[in-house]
């Protein structure tokens, strides 16, 4: 059985489907009751290198910058990128300072997104990626000329360390 290659622009193409607009429409009507309208961000700019997939205007005037992750089957895992290019040593997702919000996270089967809020996911990955690099290692995702490594974190055991992340004590 041969390997499926990823590719960056199928895959981006895949993230900005139009046909899922309503989707997300509902989502974050949803999760922000005071949502004026949303902006989505399309193409490979500086905005998408930030991590910003959509803009959300609140009626208090705040912005929120949103980064919208899909996957195309359902799972009991959150993906978390860490290596973008093993050839470029490229950082994922998960070890750059991106200028967002919230991650939300959709499966897009049954219609379900969590949404991180990004400094606590943040500071949870710093805390424990060594350990989980070794404990939920997968597979690199193979694409062509390079592999993207990723982490598969159980959607409960990550949901609960965020939340405990949202307590501080000193």
């Known amino acids: 059985m041969a390997t499926k290659l990823n590719n960056f622009h199928e895959d981006l193409k895949f993230s900005e489907n139009a046909s899922e607009e309503n ?20 193409g490979n700019n500086q905005g998408q290198r930030l991590g910003i ?49 919230y991650l939300a996270y959709a499966f897009m089967p049954t219609q379900v997104c969590y949404l991180f809020p990004w400094q606590l996911l943040r500071r949870v990955w710093l805390k424990f990626k060594n350990e989980w690099k070794i404990n939920f290692k997968i597979p690199p995702a193979k694409n062509k000329g390079y592999n993207t490594h990723n982490v598969a974190i159980p959607t409960k055991l990550l949901r609960d360390k965020v939340y405990s992340a949202a307590v501080i004590q000193l």
């Open 23 to 42: 989707f997300w429409q509902a989502i974050y009507t949803k999760a922000f009751p005071d949502m004026l309208y949303n902006i989505q961000c399309k």
């Open 53 to 101: 997939d959509r803009l959300i205007y609140l009626k208090s005037g705040k912005t929120l910058y949103i980064d919208e992750k899909k996957r195309r089957g359902t799972y009991n895992d959150i993906l978390l990128e860490y290596l973008s290019n093993d050839t470029t040593g490229a950082p994922g997702w998960m070890e750059k300072d991106l200028l967002i919000d």
